[in-house]
């Protein structure tokens, strides 16, 4: 290596570069960026990703693909096996299980996001409020978080699913009115970690205005805690919907979701175990890869968050 | 023979894109009752050297060249297995944050007897003596109440007489403090450096100290070494360094010690920040932030020049050529 | 610490109470009555009116609604409509043990076999053990229990004819129940731990350990052990609801005669005294269980102490 000659000429003071001095000789990355190429590095959560696209782009284009509509009943053509005229067999009404199946998870994908919307609405709202607010309003507020934290959610869900009238609405309705508490939770200690933190106090110092340290600094670094939240709740609320149709006060036939077709796929079970089978991996594969997805979100963002 | 030679130690650190070379050669030794300082900013790749010393590496860590020699035996090829039987015993370690080092779950006593039980034969009454003795000799009030406390009933220079506790309890022939002062208040710290020095006296033991602040060397330490960028730019007496120093880099860490004499009213620093070890410089490290950096600084590598017996600097200003260029500039 | 019990114990009661509120209230906004609708509009007005006076609902709603929490307080639910007047305190007490027997046996092996893997899988990092205790919790925590019911007994029933799948009647109808109900646990505890461990083995005391001299093994057991199973504490309330929400989907599939299967029931049949009396028993027994490990942790881990700062 130090095979180079040294001469005298070499002596002779070198320049001085001020920019050298305080030269970081990598590009810089944004936190995002970073987390990206993390996320990107996690091959289970890139896999993940890649089986949830193709599972809603079945849930969309599966039944506009297939001969059979959802709800039409063929009796000469009941509880036929999987083969080339029904890809995943018939009921027991002789409905195109195929078309259901599709049909079903696009129902409960659709009850899950919104649910889980509703849920990040209300309680990054919820969570701000009563952290920006701070005083005897976040007091009271917290007071009654405890109170609501204390409630087992699906005790609440049940009781609602039974005084309303049953559909997709309800659902969605029960699910978010118990779902909310932990977002808003999360929001609010994440905003107080973020206020006491010395970027925050040094950007007040310099004058900037409440407006300006929430919509700069406060928002950005809350979006991480509340999308990989969001993560976790659709999941979740997959689960819900699956289990109260399961348990018989969720949807009802003749309308289809993965627990409806679950719950008529169990009824079967000891002849034609195929219709519990095909809607029980639809929704473990939806259920295996958010987890998977949200795990490396956790990760790739923000490696202090684990539960 | 020394009791301790490091030769020509390279460490490297995988992170999860790049691979950090965090020491590029150092050596240095230690004699029987030394105590070395190792001086440095964060990220010189001092702290790293020792825990290469004691195998304690992270997992990411890897010695790439390099030997130890630790009291006439070749430890570089040691096994793990034969590692854990010197270290806590007859090299031992203190670690920067005592809020930290000790297990919150166990008694102090415990902790303390727990090192004795792994290099001593002793029985257990005798064990429970030698700890209570120990925590006497490192200054704690009541030992005999303490024994049984957790560590979260003591407070952070406590804590810090703990971990010293059982790194002395075998009479360690090295003892490595890392940064033993850093996390403790200004008041603390100088009672654990005298606790040090007078502990030193009674145990004969060697001591490498590592700090970043040079202000705290001068009373302790007996030999300095300077890091930077994962190298040693100087090394000498502790004379040597605080009144001949040679590198550049020891002068400027010597002008920013802060001074009660001093009344410009403002600090001495360093301009620029210290290299990326993940491409390292092919020169001195140094050069970029140097005053008198040379052309040469930039592309070579500068070898260590012996000043006296004891004293080395890595910079190219000791070669012939720059002398004689400075004194044709003088005339 | 006393201060905090009884903050902890006011809130419990508040719990409750805005519980039994809601649960009462949202039962009197039901359309319809508890009764057959059939049977009951062949009857005379008169007897009518009996039968409803019989069971206090011919009340003004909030006189009824004191009338409850009064006898709540008393331990008195009221009579099940669906189980032709038997109070709802004794049909409880019947059917406690069943669901008892099979969730306990599900905890506790959740817990022997989670610690275990979750352990091995942290000390075992990056290996195949520890990928494929990842790939059993991630199954664990994503396959819905209901799902791991109706599986199980396809195979241990159905398949192979190994063990009772719909009727109870010996200790074997409670294994299958019980397992099901404990891959969830499993998962889990098993993922909680490997993550607490792996930030364990991170800390300053185990280097400090490792700086003594001591093996491995060692380390393992006397300072990474320890301090991470503490915290395996603080996810038994997410457990217990876990394994109380399960009970409901998995008693019903197996045909166990316990309180889960009596909610699902009772909830088809509308018989609200016995709802009533569930909720309240269900959130009663989580937010005792929360507010006992709550207190279990703070005593036994010297490091959480109440006053404000963590550490």
């Known amino acids: 290596m130090q095979n180079m000659e040294v001469t005298k000429d070499l002596f002779g003071p070198a320049e001085a570069d001020a920019e050298e001095r305080e030269k970081i000789s990598r590009p810089t990355r944004s936190g995002f960026q970073d987390g990206w190429i993390r996320l990107k590095q996690n091959k289970g959560s890139v896999v993940a990703l890649a089986i949830l696209l193709v599972l809603v782009a079945l849930a969309f284009a599966g039944p506009a693909v297939a001969r059979y509509d959802y709800y039409t009943t063929d009796y000469g053509a009941i509880f036929q096996a999987p083969g080339p005229a029904h890809w995943f067999g018939t009921d027991k009404f002789g409905r195109d299980e195929w078309s259901r199946v599709w049909y079903g998870t696009r129902i409960s994908l659709l009850i899950a996001v919104v649910a889980a919307g509703l849920d990040l609405l209300v309680g990054v709202t919820y969570g701000s409020v009563s952290a920006l607010l701070g005083g005897r309003v976040d007091a009271v507020m917290q007071r009654i978080v405890e109170v609501l934290i204390g409630i087992p959610n699906l005790i609440i869900v049940i009781l609602l699913m039974m005084v309303m009238p049953a559909g997709i609405g309800t659902l969605i309705i029960a699910m978010s009115i118990s779902g909310w508490v932990n977002m808003a939770r999360l929001v609010r200690a994440e905003i107080l970690k973020l206020k006491n933190q010395e970027f925050v106090l040094a950007a007040r110092l310099l004058g900037t205005s409440n407006r300006e340290i929430i919509m700069k600094h406060l928002i950005p670094n809350t979006v991480g805690v509340i999308v990989i939240n969001t993560m976790f709740t659709i999941p979740s609320a997959i689960f819900t919907e699956a289990f109260l149709s399961f348990i018989g006060i969720g949807l009802q036939e003749p309308k289809a979701s993965l627990g409806v077709l679950i719950n008529s796929g169990f009824q079967v079970i000891n002849s034609h175990a195929y219709l519990l089978f095909v809607p029980a991996v639809v929704i473990v594969l939806i259920m295996v890869c958010f987890s998977i997805l949200g795990d490396g979100l956790r990760d790739a963002f923000d490696p202090q968050m684990r539960i | 023979m020394s009791l301790l030679e490091v030769r020509d130690l390279h460490i490297s650190l995988q992170t999860y894109d790049n691979v950090v070379q965090a020491v590029r050669g150092v050596s240095f030794s230690l004699e029987p009752k030394d105590t070395l300082a190792i001086v440095g900013e964060s990220g010189s790749g001092k702290s790293i050297t020792v825990k290469g010393i004691m195998k304690l590496l992270p997992k990411t860590g890897r010695i790439d060249a390099g030997r130890v020699i630790f009291d006439g035996r070749d430890v570089t090829e040691y096994s793990e297995r034969q590692m854990r039987r010197l270290n806590g015993s007859e090299i031992s370690m203190i670690f920067q944050d005592p809020m930290t080092s000790l297990n919150p779950t166990m008694t102090v006593g415990k902790q303390i007897m727990e090192v004795l039980r792994e290099h001593e034969k002793m029985s257990a009454q005798d064990r429970k003596a030698r700890a209570v003795e120990l925590l006497r000799l490192v200054g704690i009030a009541y030992p005999e109440k303490r024994f049984g406390q957790y560590p979260h009933q003591f407070s952070g220079g406590m804590r810090q007489r703990v971990v010293i506790a059982i790194a002395l309890a075998c009479n360690p022939k090295v003892l490595v403090a890392d940064e033993p002062t850093t996390a403790l208040d200004v008041t603390i710290q100088a009672q654990i450096l005298d606790l040090l020095k007078s502990l030193q006296r009674k145990i004969n033991t060697s001591i490498i100290l590592i700090t970043h602040n040079l202000g705290v060397v001068a009373n302790i330490a007996n030999k300095v070494a300077v890091m930077y960028g994962g190298q040693i730019v100087e090394s000498g007496t502790v004379d040597e360094i605080f009144y001949e120093a040679q590198h550049p880099y020891t002068l400027g860490l010597l002008a920013s010690i802060p001074r009660v004499d001093d009344d410009s009213g403002s600090l001495k620093t360093i301009p620029g920040t210290p290299p990326d070890l993940i491409d390292p410089p092919v020169g001195c490290p140094f050069a970029p932030r140097c005053d008198r950096a040379m052309k040469i600084c930039r592309l070579l590598r500068p070898e260590h020049t012996r000043i006296s017996g004891t004293h080395c600097s890595a910079c190219w200003l000791q070669h012939p050529y720059a002398r004689q260029a400075a004194g044709k500039e003088e005339t | ?311």
């Open chain 3, 1 to 311: 610490m006393k201060k905090y019990i009884l903050k902890r114990i006011v809130y419990l009661f508040v719990t409750l109470l805005v519980i039994m509120t809601a649960t009462f209230f949202l039962m009197h906004s039901l359309p319809g009555t508890p009764f057959d609708e059939d049977k009951i509009s062949s009857l005379s007005p008169a007897q009518q009116q009996q039968i409803y006076a019989s069971y206090g609902l011919d009340q003004p709603v909030y006189i009824q609604y004191f009338k409850y929490l009064g006898n709540v307080f008393q331990g008195d639910f009221g009579t099940s409509t669906l189980y032709s007047g038997q109070p709802v305190k004794s049909i409880l007490a019947s059917r406690i043990v069943p669901s008892a027997l099979v969730g306990i046996q599900a905890v506790l092996v959740g817990l022997a076999v989670g610690l275990v893997l979750g352990v091995v899988a942290a000390y075992k990092h990056n290996t195949p053990l520890d990928y494929l205790t990842m790939i059993v919790s991630v199954l664990g925590i994503s396959v819905p229990n209901f799902v791991v019911a109706a599986l199980l007994q396809y195979l241990f029933g159905l398949k192979w004819g190994l063990l009772p799948v719909a009727y109870w009647e010996s200790y074997a109808s409670s294994v299958l129940p019980s397992l099901a109900l404990s891959f969830g646990v499993v998962a889990q505890i098993a993922r909680f731990v490997r993550t607490e461990m792996l930030t364990v083995l991170q800390q300053d005391y185990i280097l400090m350990a490792k700086a003594k001299g001591l093996s491995p093994a060692k380390i393992l057991m006397r300072h990474a052990l320890r301090n991470s199973m503490l915290p395996v504490l603080t996810i038994l309330g997410a457990i217990t609801v876990n394994v109380l929400t399960g009970s409901l989907a998995v008693e019903s599939i197996y045909s166990v005669p316990g309180i889960g299967s009596l909610f699902v029931d009772t909830i088809k049949a509308n018989d609200y005294s016995t709802i009533l009396g569930l909720t309240v028993f269900y959130s009663a027994f989580y937010v005792v269980v929360i507010l006992i490990i709550d207190v279990l942790y703070c005593v036994i881990d010297p490091r959480i102490r109440l006053a404000p700062a963590k550490e």
